[in-house]
């Protein structure tokens, strides 16, 4: 690597940057900017992905409302509660993990990385839990699906079939975030990030907030509607 | 490398002065404190979220709970993900998703209210 001190910030030569900058930038900044707006785009693109399930649930929960009440009165509202706290912390963690990258210290970042970790997987057991539950009672649309209670069956199996995409898909969303956590505290283990380089971090940050989003729409979507009986 | 890596901190700091565009010189670093307040407003709000559905609101509990989780998601965005102190193509790019979900929302479902309008033609 040849170096001309004078290059890097406007019109350098070739090789003249550090490995973890692109060569068709011309300096962190704009490499940083670039790969924000992407994150934000393939971000965008998630968000129409998950506007159709909320279309189709708008849709049909408009057409049976009673159903989706009845089916949404049958989910566990602590359950649902505690996860969306667990969301919401790990959240904190994952904005104080950027933050720690931010200033450079490794150790922070690790330790944060790791509650994210862990919160995401309190949220994943607890899903684990509900699910199973559901596969015990007889809920699991196109497998065991068996309404024995109050109301039209029919219906009330759409609502489930809502509630397991949706929870399915954001689920997956949830676990696919947790391998690329794993794989975070590698790269930051190994020392790959600097004060300057840390977009993956902040990227995968960016994904993980959109995830909670996600989630702090479903929630009262699939466990609150059409109030609670106390 | 050493030296380059000097050199790299010290063009950034110069940067910094320079002051060409917009308010995005090197990242936003927000406080814990910050960081803190946001965590427990959303806290806060995903009990009055769950508080607000034990009341009797009728037909105003569903734009109440919404209206709770889309004051959640601004706090999210605009702190959490920093979009308040990111670049303009950035917020172009936010503002664009939200553009095309509520294209994606309102306009299918004027389709399906504005079916129950007049009678369907014969054989619909």
Redesign the interface.
Request: aromatic fraction near 10%; charge should be negative.
């Given at each position: 690597?040849s170096?001309s001190?004078e290059a890097?910030?406007h019109g350098h030569e070739v090789h003249?940057?550090?490995e973890y900058m692109r060569h068709q930038f011309d300096?962190?900044?704009q490499q940083?900017?670039a790969a924000?707006?992407g994150m934000?785009?393939f971000?965008?693109t998630e968000?129409?992905f998950f506007?159709?399930f909320?279309?189709g649930y708008?849709?049909y929960r408009?057409e049976y409302y009673d159903s989706f009440v009845i089916g949404s009165q049958n989910l566990d509202?602590f359950l649902g509660?505690l996860n969306?706290?667990a969301l919401?912390?790990s959240?904190?963690t994952?904005?104080?993990a950027v933050?720690a990258a931010?200033?450079g210290k490794k150790n922070h970042i690790l330790i944060f990385l790791v509650l994210t970790l862990i919160l995401g997987l309190v949220f994943m057991v607890n899903k684990y839990i509900e699910y199973s539950h559901k596969l015990h009672d007889g809920l699991i649309p196109g497998y065991n699906f068996l309404w024995t209670g109050l109301g039209d069956g029919q219906s009330i199996q759409l609502f489930y079939s809502f509630y397991f995409c949706m929870t399915g898909t954001h689920g997956l969303h949830v676990l696919i975030g947790l391998v690329l956590i794993v794989w975070l505290l590698i790269r930051v283990w190994q020392d790959k990030f600097t004060t300057?380089y840390y977009a993956p971090i902040e990227n995968f940050?960016?994904y993980w907030?959109?995830v909670?989003?996600v989630w702090?729409?479903l929630?009262?979507?699939l466990y609150?509607?059409?109030?609670?009986a106390? | 490398m050493t030296e380059h890596a000097k050199h790299v901190h010290h063009a950034e700091g110069g940067d910094q002065a320079e002051g060409g565009h917009g308010n995005h010189h090197g990242p936003h670093i927000a406080t814990s404190a910050n960081y803190l307040f946001i965590f427990t407003a959303l806290l806060v709000l995903t009990a009055v979220t769950v508080w607000a559905a034990t009341m009797e609101l009728g037909f105003l509990n569903t734009p109440v709970a919404m209206a709770i989780a889309s004051v959640k998601a601004i706090l999210v965005i605009l702190y959490f993900m920093h979009l308040k102190f990111s670049p303009g193509q950035t917020k172009l790019a936010a503002a664009a998703a939200i553009f095309w979900l509520l294209i994606l929302l309102i306009i299918t479902f004027f389709d399906y209210i504005g079916r129950t309008w007049q009678d369907n033609p014969p054989g619909w």
């Open positions: 690597m170096v001190t890097a910030a003249d940057h550090p300096d962190m900044e940083n900017d924000n707006l934000w785009l971000l965008l968000v129409m506007g159709g909320f279309l708008s849709i408009s509202v509660g969306t706290v919401i912390t959240s904190v994952m904005a104080f933050r931010q200033l300057e940050g960016l907030h959109f909670d989003l702090i729409f929630f009262p979507l609150l509607i059409g109030g609670l106390v | -």
